[in-house]
């Protein structure tokens, strides 16, 4: 990637207004293509209404949903990667944590809450997590970014609730009314779209394997190194690591 396309690092309420909407997603991919993701996914929302939406303000709804969180009008590049990475993956579960991942790239906050409260979680006992818990850290995330003090109790019930809703879809939890937290096994084909997110934010190769967004994803530098380890094999990447200088380069497959 040639033109930088960064992470979201504003903190925002999207999370009040939905979750993961891993159905919608779905229900529109396949009919994407990756060099125009954006554009489609209007077109067939919003002249198709392939979700069968009652009304043109419901269209509007799902389509600004999913557009930011899936398919930013700033990362036409990210976007491709998305649809291609998305449609090549036979396993739902798979397709679920490539989705979390761009999730993490595309909400600040979703990132922060997964990087400080989730991922500590996925390594101790079971953790039955509540709504109450994610509002409990946004109040302890107040003083970081002062912006959530402007958040009323009802968006902030939203956001708890839609969080732990998008943990759970995206593989990290299961339950209902209270969510067991656990650790997925994440595949390198995932590792491997968040480097290729990395990259395209502008990062050094040699750091991409610490970057922030692996620890969003509950995964350690060592869980990192070893799937580039089997993406090297596979024919991915050429990965070596002597004396703690790393190696990495993306091969064009």
């Known amino acids: ?9 504003k903190i925002t309420a999207l999370l009040s207004r939905q979750g993961a909407m891993l159905e919608e997603l779905r229900g529109v991919i396949d009919y ?12 067939l929302i919003m002249e ?13 709804e799902v389509y600004r949903k999913l557009a930011e969180r899936y398919f930013r009008k700033d990362t036409p590049k990210a976007n491709a990667l998305f649809v291609t990475s998305f449609r090549k993956v036979a396993d ?7 989705a979390f991942t ?9 990132y922060e809450l997964s990087q400080h409260w989730l991922a500590p979680k996925l390594s101790g006992p079971i953790f ?3 709504t109450t818990d994610i509002e409990r850290e946004l109040e302890f995330m107040e003083k970081a970014h002062p912006v959530i003090k402007t958040w009323n109790q009802i968006t902030r019930k939203r956001i708890a609730r839609h969080y732990l809703s998008l943990v759970r879809d995206c593989g990290y939890a299961s339950g209902s009314a209270k969510k067991e937290i656990r650790r997925p096994y994440i595949p390198p084909q995932v590792i491997l779209f968040a480097i290729q997110l990395i990259l395209g934010e502008g990062e050094p190769v040699v750091k991409a394997p610490e970057h922030g967004l692996f ?17 090297d094999q596979q024919g991915y990447v050429r990965y070596e690591s002597q004396g703690g200088v790393i190696y990495l380069e993306l091969t064009k497959m």
């Open 1 to 9: 990637m040639n033109s930088s396309e960064p992470r979201s690092t």
């Open 32 to 43: 994407i293509t990756s060099e125009s993701a954006r554009e489609d996914l209007h077109r």
């Open 48 to 60: 198709d209404n392939i979700l069968r939406r009652g009304s043109i303000s419901s269209r509007k």
């Open 92 to 98: 739902p579960a798979q397709a679920n944590l490539l």
């Open 102 to 110: 761009l999730l993490l790239w595309n909400d600040a906050l979703t």
């Open 128 to 130: 039955e997590a509540e």
């Open 215 to 231: 620890a969003a994803m509950g995964l350690t530098l060592r869980d990192v190194l070893a799937a580039l380890e089997e993406l």
